[in-house]
Each structure stands twice: as C-alpha cells, then as structure tokens.
C-alpha cells in the first residue's frame, strides 16, 4: 500500500513552489510535478531504451555496499529497486502522487517492504540525522539551480553523521560530437522531463556542508556518480 504523510508532506511541497530563474528560463516546481504527474503512466516506456542500454548497470553500481537505513530520493517509478541491496530498510520520496503509486506497483510485483512518502526533497520532515545512505537518481537535473543548495542541505541534515549520499546525474559531454548530439536531446529531456544538464551540482557541495569522496563518470563523459558525506562543521555551526 502506498503510504502517504498527507496534510503535512503537502505543506512541504510549498517552499518550492515559487518560481525560479535558471539557465536563463522560468521553472516553475509546481510545473515540474504537474509534468512528471502527466507523464507517470509513459514514464517507464519513455526511459525504456536508456534504462535497459544504459542505466541498470549503473543502479547496480550505485547501490553496492550501501547498508542500514537508505533513502530513495525521487524514487520516482521505483526503477531502482530491483537493486535495493538485501537486508536495507529502503524508504522511497517523490512529490508526484502518480510517480508514487506506479512505485508502489512495482515494489508489491518485486515482494519488497518499502515505504513510500509523497515528500518534497527541499523539506522532508524526516528526523535529523535518520538515513545511513541517501541516493538520487536523475533527481538534482530536473530541480532547479536555485533548488541545488537547499536540497543538498536537506539531505545533508538527515543523512547520519558517519552516512553518505550517492548522486547519479547528466552533464554536459565535453567530447564535441556527443555534445552536439546531447544538444539536439535537449530541448525534448527539457519538455517531457523538465530536466536539464547544466546543474553541476557538486559545485554546491561545500556549502550544503558535504564533502565530495567521490565524482566519477560512468557512463562515457554525460553520467556521473557523486559521493558525498556530511563535512564536519565546527562547534555551534549549523547547516
Ligand atoms: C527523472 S525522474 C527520476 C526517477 C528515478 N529516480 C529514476 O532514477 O528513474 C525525477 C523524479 O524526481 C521527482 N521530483 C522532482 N522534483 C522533486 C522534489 N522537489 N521533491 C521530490 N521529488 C521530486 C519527480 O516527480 C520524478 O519522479
């Protein structure tokens, strides 16, 4: 069953809901969960190619050795849970109602216990420091710049102290043909998605108070995994 915090994970989805400058154009958050509650029900036939040429192998990946209590952070249609390591008590968040209940099919076809929020990533309600690991998948390219800085913060606050947070996210190619190729792609992953390639969100690292372990490009020179963990901050800082 799909499991919902209601009234209250509704009130954080306002923090975020005023419009935003960024690459130049209007995001709108409240458009962006309009578009991802229109587009749920195509989502995984949409992704189909790029899931099963490109990027199970980097689920897999990504969730190797993550242990304890884990976050899926705009879980969206759950694909990452057939890699959900055994023995994880995995909660999944999204602000799409629609997103979510597509996720909740898939768990109870996969046999998993999973609880799923309708959350947004921005204002979570969950406790400080409750999460072992955090993972987002093609979640920071489809917030906003201006969105970079308070979500990093907010997984930074409930991820626990000796925990980690695992970034799986588009950039822009520097090779110049996958670049151009990238560059005609780009107008539709803006339109169906709302996402973009330019967030470079290891940038906002230090100032959400996380140190970046690990960035390395897995697949080609466009999809790279960012490891981060909470920075120590001095006495009577917060974050
Ligand atoms: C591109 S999809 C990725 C879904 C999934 N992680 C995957 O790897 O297939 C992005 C997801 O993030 C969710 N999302 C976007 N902004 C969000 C926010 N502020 N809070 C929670 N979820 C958000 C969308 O509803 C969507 O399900």
Redesign the pocket.
Known sequence: MLRSIGEKARRFLEP?SVPERSSGRIIN?RT??AK?ERIARFYDLLDLYFEYGRYRPLRAQLFEGLSGRILDA????G??MPFYPEGTEVVG????PT?LSRAGRRRDRLGLKVDLFE????KTGFPDQHFDNIVA???FC??DKAQQLPALQELRRICKPTGSIHILEYSWAQRPLQRTIMQLWAPWVRWA?G?EFDRDTEQYADAAALKVVENRFVYRDIIQLITARPAATPPGNTV
Do not use: E, H, K, Q
């Open positions: 975020g958050p962006t969960r991802y705009g879980v969206g249609t694909r990452n968040i999204d602000f799409s997103m959350m947004d990533v921005l998948t093609f979640l489809v917030l998605y996402a």
